[in-house]
């Protein structure tokens, strides 16, 4: 593979790199090629659409409140603007933008909300119900490292791994 920078040859390797879609989450085994000359780096990533449907899945088991990176994950997932996202729930733009900017934490509603729409409007292949009564009430706090990592699999498929240090 050629650089497209400077059209020197890249190397190809298998590493761990961030998800920047969703904050706190590592996609492990990927190809990355890299340019010695300029620095360019290329990250391939089977199946991204299956990958999304795979964290969205992972995100509404959560336990506790959504912060505001899943909080953004999750709307662009739907693929809402905020704007849009707000009058869909009947919020305005600006609360929409407190919650994912961690400046104020969702309603347990509106948690609740967002997850259903995830949960009824992509048809992920199994979403207990029951688990959402389990969601704790209280605001999600910024935890350090990643929370969630994610491998490729076989046929276009994705798994959550645990992540080795």
């Known amino acids: 593979m050629k650089c497209i920078q400077c059209g020197s040859a890249m190397t190809t390797r298998k590493e761990n790199v961030p998800y920047t879609a ?3 989450t590592v996609l492990v085994g990927v190809e990355v090629s890299r340019c010695a000359n300029c620095g360019e780096s290329e990250i391939t990533i089977p199946a991204i659409d299956e990958l999304n449907r795979s964290l969205a899945a992972a995100v509404i088991r959560k336990p506790s409140r959504l912060n505001g990176g899943e909080i953004r994950f999750l709307r662009s ?4 603007s905020g ?9 305005s733009p600006a609360t929409v933008s407190r919650w994912e900017g961690d400046a104020q934490p969702i309603g347990h509603h509106s ?13 992920v292949e ?22 969630y990592a994610f491998s490729p699999s076989s046929h276009k498929k994705w798994k959550s791994v645990e992540l080795q240090n």
Do not use: C, N, W
Not at 77 to 80: H, K, Q, T, V
Not at 126 to 143: L, M, N, R
């Open 77 to 80: 997932y739907l693929g809402y």
């Open 111 to 123: 948690d609740m909300l967002l997850r259903a729409f995830v949960m009824l409007d992509k048809k």
């Open 22 to 24: 969703l904050p706190g």
């Open 83 to 91: 704007a849009d996202f707000a009058k869909l729930i009947r919020s």
């Open 126 to 147: 199994s979403y207990p119900i029951g688990q959402f009564v389990e969601i704790v009430d209280k605001s999600a706090k910024p935890t350090k490292g990643p929370q």
